[in-house]
T-cell receptor, first 114, second 113 residues
């Protein structure tokens, strides 16, 4: 079975641009979460979506937005990119949102902002 | 959200058991303890989780103290491929089921030949 897939794997942007990152969850999983991992730090929660609705939001500015589609795939959008947005962006999927639904992570998208 | 404390780094000899400690003294009664690991340049990988009782699966064992204020992840026979950053996470429980995982700095485990 295919795991969580993310695209693109690597991306280089310049300050002020916007970027769209994509995630396809494991088949049957209805929840997708996004995390940002800056070099040397643990992943930081950005958003969770379940059944196309936002179920949680981390402490990130409004430049970050996301959505989930009817097929449960998801997009993370970041506008007006800053140098500090350079990070590994991770997507995780789970069956639902309860405590005992383990999350499966994708390989991530490495974003570099110049 | 309960906070966890882990040592920043540990070494382990190949073939020996690796015991990774985690303190979570503010854990509440309905919060689970989760362990993930992240091998360099990959996404985090789920290892195991538990609430009160000790748990074991094909990857590891999780020992939770009776007062639930600390736990230990045990890799029974560490291999070089177990070299990774190990994260101990207390999962928000109850009505706040957002699925949010709060990662700390984790423990970098170096398995040596």
């Amino acid at each position: 079975d295919a795991g969580v897939t993310q695209s693109p794997t690597h991306l280089i942007k310049t300050r002020g641009q916007h970027v769209t990152l994509r995630c396809s969850p494991i088949s049957g999983h209805k929840s997708v979460s996004w995390y940002q991992q800056v070099l040397g730090q643990g992943p930081q929660f950005i958003f969770q979506y379940y059944e196309k609705e936002e179920r949680g939001r981390g402490n990130f500015p409004d430049r970050f937005s996301a959505r989930q589609f009817p097929n449960y795939s998801s997009e993370l959008n970041v506008n007006a990119l800053l140098l500090g947005d350079s990070a590994l962006y991770l997507c995780a999927s789970s069956l639902g949102t309860s405590d005992y639904n383990e999350q499966f992570f994708g390989p991530g998208t490495r974003l570099t902002v110049l | 959200d309960a906070k966890t404390t882990q040592p920043p780094s540990m070494d382990c000899a190949e073939g020996r058991a690796a015991n990774l400690p985690c303190n979570h003294s503010t854990i509440s009664g309905n919060e689970y303890v989760y362990w993930y690991r992240q091998i360099h340049s990959q996404g985090p990988q789920y290892i195991i989780h538990g609430l009160k009782n000790n748990e074991t699966n094909e990857m590891a064992s999780l020992i939770i103290t009776e007062d639930r204020k600390s736990s230990t992840l045990i890799l029974p026979h560490a291999t070089l491929r177990d070299t990774a950053v190990y994260y101990c996470i207390v999962r928000p429980g109850g009505s706040s089921n957002t699925g949010k995982l709060i990662f700390g700095q984790g423990t970098t485990l170096q398995v040596k030949p």
